[in-house]
Structures are given as C-alpha cells and as structure tokens.
C-alpha cells in the first residue's frame, strides 16, 4: 500500500467511531468516486476549517465569534443553558425547546480520567453569570455519574451569586414504555411524580 | 448551524460505517483540534487523490499504473488470485499468503441488486488469462451467495481457456470452535475432510 494511502487510513482512522477496518472501508469508498468525492471533501475540510470560528463568549462553533446565537436579540438573554458538549447544544437546538443562550463545558470532570475543573470552560461562565445578571442557569449535562458532579460543582460555584439554578428533570422518556426502563430512571419518575391537575 | 458546518456533516454522513450522528461526532473531534487537525485532512486526502490511481491491468490502487504487484517480477506472474474487493486484496496481502498476481472485480454479480456481470471487471480478466498463458485462476471471492455466483458465472466464462480454476477452500477457520460455528461451514468442513496422513 502506497504512504499516502496509508497516511489517509491513519489519519481517519483515528477519528472518533472509526477504526482501522472501517477508515479502510471509507477510504476505499473515496476511491471509488474519487475525482468526484475527494476534491470535494479536501475543499469542503479547507473552507470549514478557513470559516468556522468559535464563539468566545458561548464555546459554540459558527462562521462568527460572537456566535449568531449569543447574537439573536430574540432569545432571552438572562437564561443560560449549559452544556457538556457542542453535539448538547445541537440537539436542544434541533427540538426548538430552549429559547435562551447556551454555555458548552468542554466536558464533565472526571474522577476516574483526572479531568479537574480547569479542564473545563467553567470560570468562564461564572464570570458572564456575574455581569450580566443572568436570571436562571440551567444544568442540562448528562444524567450520568460525571454529568452530575459537574452540574453539582457548578452549582456550587454559583451559590454565592444568588442566581437560580436549575437542571433537567429526570423521568420517563416520552413514548418509552415501563418495561424497558431500568430502575434509576424508574425510581426517579416515581420521586417527581406530579398530581395530576 | 452554519452552511459549511452542514456541507461538512452531510459528506461525511454519506461514507460507508458514518452515520448523520457518527459524522457529526467525527467533526466535532476536528474542529476540536480545529488548527492541527483540519488542514492536515485537506492536504492528505488531496495528496492521495493527486498521487492515487487505479492499476489499469488488475484494479489495485498504488501511485502508479501498473501497480506495484503487477510490475513485481519476483512475483508469480502464471496465477491469478480473483477478489471482490481492494479492501480483500489488502487482506491477503497483509497475511502474507499468495505471491502472484491479483483481479479486482469491483463487487459481486447480485439477482436481488440487479448487478449483471457488464458491472463488474470480467472482462478484463478473461482478456487477461488468454493473453499471458495464465496457469491458474483461483477464485478468491466471499463465501455468500452472491460471492459463489460470482465465482462460478466466473469459471463458466473461463471454461473455454482450459485454465486451472480453483476456488479457497471452505472449512474451520483456524481457532474457531464448534460450538460457536453455523451449520453451513460445519457441513462445508465435513464434507471437506482431510485424512490424517
């Protein structure tokens, strides 16, 4: 196999969700249409890499820092919603249910990995909670171990600036049927059980 | 979600193993290492497909036509070993196990896909064993159906030649146990049993 065919596997197969066997099967893909495919991706990768900037005040990516988000003066602009990741912010974004602007973590800390506040773009956060008086911060990481401390740390972090802080609620998913849950999310639902009106 | 972001998820989403979900993961890790990462991707998938082509006598990708494999003279150059697949010709090629020349078909004939033998490279190969007195033509394609009809529309096409047509052995693969084997290769295996010399 020739180096720059191996370089190409190397390269994407070191992607996340791909590994050597499917970066092959990619990579030959490519060859198949490659006068047609592989010029189109080198410029698509060279014009995203040339445009996509992040957003410095939200950790979002967008072809402008500040991003069109932190921009829209038609969001509500004293909610905060943070987010563990970029894909978070995509998915909320995709459902059109939060209205307000985001703040994307990084990440969670990890006890396990070492991964300490620092690694995270939390100061960040404090700071624009504190000048801008931001009426509610929403904690929308992950329903796991390391989601929650960060919620749990951050919240904590807040407290002295009296803010409101909320997070996601935990309970059934819609349309998710009993059987197929496991008991976490069973025992939560049952905790925040509400009176039906 | 900016166009060259979407441009970006879409081209990807469409290799083979990437979803929409898995690209977008695969893009978030670039733009990650937005700096390092990106241009690095442009520039090899460039440098590949300025560099790559097709060999024109047994469909291998190298940097030149003929490939390597065909122009190796330390090679058996009277055997034919028949793939589907460059992705098949890599695997016998990194085993180690065959030293003469190879034919990339390009895929398999298939009934239910309505893919005729005008779509695959047979042509090339019937030209290719009646011009150089090949010795033998070993069949070398997958054990499903479409792979044996392959294989044997294949020797069917070759019969005129009177070349030696074989076809890989069907059995245990080397460790496999039993137990975990389907019925299938069980009974290719007994039916191929081999006295204990």
Redesign the interface.
């Known amino acids: 196999?020739?180096?720059?065919?191996e370089?190409?596997i190397n390269?994407f197969s070191k992607?996340?969700?791909?590994g050597p066997r499917?970066a092959?099967?990619?990579?030959?893909?490519?060859?198949k249409y490659?006068?047609t495919l592989?010029?189109?991706?080198?410029?698509?990768?060279?014009?995203?890499?040339r445009?996509?900037k992040?957003c410095t005040i939200c950790g979002n990516?967008?072809?402008r820092s500040p991003c069109s988000i932190c921009l829209d003066d038609k969001r509500d602009n004293l909610s905060i919603c943070v987010v563990e990741?970029?894909?978070d912010l995509?998915a909320l974004?995709k459902g059109h249910v939060f209205k307000g602007h985001y703040h994307v973590l990084g990440g969670t800390l990890s006890a396990v990995e070492q991964r300490g506040p620092d690694t995270l773009n939390i100061e960040n956060l404090v700071r624009r909670v504190a000048e801008n008086n931001i009426r509610e911060v929403i904690l929308a990481t992950n329903a796991t171990i390391d989601g929650q401390t960060t919620a749990f740390y951050i919240s904590e972090r807040l407290e002295p600036l009296k803010t409101k802080v909320t997070r996601l609620a935990y309970g059934l998913p819609v349309g998710g049927e009993l059987d197929y849950l496991d008991e976490g999310t069973l025992s939560a639902a049952l905790a925040s059980r509400k009176a039906l009106a």
Chains 1, 2 share one sequence.
């Open positions: 196999m020739s180096n720059e065919l370089d190409l390269l992607l996340p969700g791909l499917s092959r099967r990619a990579i030959l893909h490519m060859l490659k006068d592989m010029p189109n991706i080198a410029r698509t990768v060279e014009a995203a890499h445009t996509i992040l990516v967008d072809i990741t970029i894909a995509w974004e």
